[in-house]
């Protein structure tokens, strides 16, 4: 049952040991941990292979957080969910740190009795397969499983230990109902990206402790190929010499893109999986994780209330859908939104959201194409107060400076490293915006994952900028950063301070401020601000959802 796991030490045949008082194992572990393996037996089976003498005892931490990045020596369990822990195994050479799931059926023998269960369930194809929902399927199985196993000697069932039981409920839900082998990456809150490069070990990207090596490992192309057909079919998008690459969206909103065979890559069939969020990051969390700060916070507030047009720039993996996701909460909560995508990544707390997402042509699909163009137009006709598009690339980026420019609030993504390079791809091939359109954009938020000496990647707004205006004499565009990164502090300066064009001269006549108290725009920044980080300091308020709420009652008090 783990022939694809590679673990980073040899064992044998697990103890019969029950952990209890007599266990000298358990006299060892630290409290927390004796109390998770007195819950679950498995997990001590797992401690008790483990080459502790090497590695000493893990730690064990119910949750984890952020400031745990900077462990240096990182041997710890964490548990996830449904008898699931994730070890996290240091790495003698000072590479990568390992990443072994602890799964009920790891260290339990199962090839003897998956055979006889694998016989027993084709009695049982019409309640499974009739089973409509993932919760539904997964209630058949179990009772399949229960009518087939006993424990207690009836000679007409299977006859199992326990812990044998737990290891088969466990293993057959994960394979008939989960993502198989990829399941507990998939469940594992902690976890942004799931990689397969090729022939050898899957790498995951960790919340908290980043680039680390999975003990999944793939021996030989055949038994990759053979995993990447096999999950073509579990999403129900076939992978095939014609049609080698495939990108699709699991049940639970993670992105897959498959690539299969060497014809299209030399190392072999690979997959990338960006996992969902059920809950997106809340601009709160990005102050905690000092991506931005308050002022900053406060700053597109107001741009976002007052309806500017706005564009969030960086590479690829820059965190640029996770910050635009956080900051949608800052519109105001009655406005109508019609979000337009690719693949669905965006999540916008607000009820009058009308989220669509383009369609390919494809043999499952017999109806016409509709692209990020066709979806773009027809939104126009929709009477949106906000347009947001997953990302622009193409000739949808003319009808959405078009939409700008009749008084739709738009954002979106968009693929540059600088303003400078945004305005040359948006004025460029395929894009080709006229140039006199550009300055209909308000706002441009260049975002970048950086190194940050003693703590490694992290995610950095490099700096907020105003697009002022484009000179057609000297084909010039004028702006003004805002805000600034400062790489030596790991803080933000602001340069716009009583210098920033659109405060002064957009959004301060639109909050009804006359011309000549223009800057008491200023005044009202900083104390939004304030408002901003008493409400996540004082009250705690981390959620998105929560944030939402709470920004929608305080705009609808005034008080915001």
């Known amino acids: 049952m783990t022939s694809l796991l590679k673990l980073p030490f040899e064992f044998g045949d697990a103890l019969e040991c029950d952990h209890g008082k007599k266990c000298t194992l358990n006299r060892t572990l630290p409290p ?11 997990l001590g089976d797992y401690l008790h292979a483990l080459p502790m003498d090497q590695i000493g005892v893990p730690e064990y931490y119910p949750k984890l957080s952020r400031d745990m990045s900077d462990m240096e020596h990182r041997n710890l369990i964490y548990p996830v969910e449904g008898g699931l822990f994730i070890h996290i195994y240091p790495d003698d050479k000072g590479e990568r740190d390992k990443y072994i799931p602890i799964e009920p059926h790891l260290m339990v023998n199962l090839d003897a009795v998956m055979p006889k269960m694998e016989t027993k369930l084709l009695g049982w194809v019409k309640e499974i397969g009739g089973a409509e929902t993932d919760e539904e399927k997964k209630a058949a199985l179990l009772k399949a499983i229960e009518a087939s196993v006993s424990l207690n000697g009836d000679t007409s069932k299977i006859q199992v230990q326990p812990r044998e039981m737990e290891a088969i409920q466990y293993f057959l839900v994960r394979e008939k109902v989960g993502f198989g082998l990829l399941s507990p990456l998939l469940v594992d809150p902690y976890i942004e990206d799931i990689s397969c490069s090729g022939v050898g070990y899957v790498f995951i990207e960790h919340k908290i402790f980043k680039s680390i090596q999975a003990a999944i490992y793939f021996d030989t192309e055949d038994e990759l190929d053979q995993f990447v057909i096999w999950m073509g079919e579990w999403i129900k998008r076939p992978v095939t010499v014609r049609n080698p690459i495939v990108d699709a969206i699991l049940p639970d909103g993670s992105r897959i893109n498959i690539v299969y065979g060497t014809d299209v890559s030399k190392r072999g069939s690979n997959f990338t999986i960006r996992k969902f969020n059920e809950i997106p990051t809340s601009v709160m969390e990005l102050v905690e994780f000092g991506t931005l700060d308050y002022m900053m916070a406060a700053y597109l507030s107001f741009v ?9 720039v960086g590479a690829t993996a820059s965190g640029k859908t996770t910050t635009m996701n956080a900051i949608t909460t800052f519109i105001k909560a009655d406005k ?10 965006l999540q916008v707390p607000h009820k009058n959201w009308i989220r669509e997402t383009t369609r390919g042509s494809s043999k499952e699909n017999t109806g016409a194409e509709v692209g990020m163009f066709d979806l773009l137009k027809a939104a126009l006709r929709q009477r949106p107060d906000r347009i947001i598009v997953g990302e622009i690339r193409g000739e949808e980026g003319a009808i959405a400076f078009q939409a700008m420019q009749t008084g739709h609030g738009v954002m979106s993504t968009f693929h540059a490293a600088s303003v400078e390079k945004m305005i040359q791809r948006l004025t460029g091939n395929p894009i080709n915006i006229p140039k006199t359109y550009v300055d209909s954009l308000d706002v441009v938020l260049i975002q970048a994952a950086v190194k940050i000496a003693g703590r490694g990647m992290a995610r950095r707004v490099m700096s907020i900028n105003e697009i002022v205006g484009y000179d057609p004499t000297s084909e010039s565009f004028s702006f003004i950063e805002v805000f600034r990164w400062n790489p030596a502090t790991d803080t933000f300066d602001f340069p716009g301070y009583m210098n920033s064009y659109l405060l002064e001269e957009k959004i301060a006549l639109k909050r009804g401020i006359p011309p000549f108290k223009k800057k008491v725009i200023y005044t009202e920044l900083k104390r939004r601000a304030k408002i901003l980080q008493r409400l996540h300091m004082d009250k705690k308020l981390r959620n998105f959802y929560d944030v939402f709420s709470v920004l929608a009652e305080a705009q609808r008090q005034g008080l915001f």
């Open 32 to 42: 927390p941990l004796k109390e998770a393996v007195e819950q679950h037996p498995h």
């Open 304 to 312: 976002l209330e007052e309806g500017m047009n706005m564009f969030v």
């Open 336 to 345: 109508k939104i019609v979000s337009i995508e690719d693949t669905p990544e």
